[in-house]
């Protein structure tokens, strides 16, 4: 559904009366829900096919609500909000009353995002107008496949199990098309659970301190969507290094060659583009049916980081 105001209203109220309503990020399509509201949550968990028990952000439109939802919160953290809300970035914080068990998995944390996103934005003004306080959206895709990065990919993938008065609001493709960066800030320094497009680089030249990285195999770990071994994955068998042969499928930099009857799936100009068009590519290498696909990911310590995590959890 294209996004008029009159829609924007609709989905709110949507919201409100405890139905799904599906809208743009600037990182990837969320499944939206009110954070209050047991049940709408009880059916986000039914759409995706999600393991009850993993947490789910709560999403609002100013930094006035953090307070509502999280307590405690560390000077680090509340620079970062400032420096990067809106944005691509999720903070772990300690929670208030407010976010109960069924949004944060019996953790005593909860993730908040205030998303970069006009629609979003809007959407959640509006929401929080009518008197909601949160919209809790995972990635809007069923459980372990790829994040949808267009309301087309949400359509394909969820319309089946959405009920008839659930709204999918379509404003094109994701600006980003990764997903946020999760950071933990319950301690004395942030430790980034998710790499994405808020990089370690510009964390800890604003915070000015040592940034910790997930101890894996940890049972302490937090339950961190990815953090499974096997994630966000494609139908098709996915290479990082190797040479694709004929009928295989291609995901690299425009400077790579395309070698004779190998597919290309991607031709992005530069690690924006590529990050932009990963999600989009496999999923295309899918529907063609292919069933090899190499992905010569940039090499760096920026946006790259999040690409390589996105797609190691493929192998
Ligand atoms: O870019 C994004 O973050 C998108 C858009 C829609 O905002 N959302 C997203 O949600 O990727 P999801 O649920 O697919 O992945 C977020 C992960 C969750 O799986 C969960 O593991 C982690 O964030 N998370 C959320 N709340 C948490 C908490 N209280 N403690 C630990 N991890 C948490
Ligand atoms: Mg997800």
Redo the contacts with the bound molecule.
Sequence with gaps: MPCTENTLRKAAQTLLDGGLVVFP?E????LGGDALNKQAISRIYNVKSRPLG????V?FSSLGSLNIWTQNIPEYAVKLAKSFWPG?M?L?LP?TGTAKDY???K?N???V?I?DQKIALSLLREFEKMGGLGVA????NRFGKI?PTSAKNVFEDLDKYLAKNDLILNDGICQIGL??T?I?CRFSKPQI??P?PITEKMIHDLCNLQITLPINNSKKR??????LKKHYAPQAKVFLDGIPRENDGLIALSTHDTPEGVIRLANPKNVQEFANQLYSALRLGDKMNIKKIFVYPPSGIGLELAIKDRLIKML
């Design positions: 990020t990182t990837v399509y969320g993993h947490p789910l952000i999403h691509p999720t772990i929670r949004i944060t998995g953790q944390c909860v993730g995002r998303p959206a995972p990635s809007a994040s997903e946020s999760i933990d659970l998710r994405g937090l339950r961190v969507s990815g953090s």
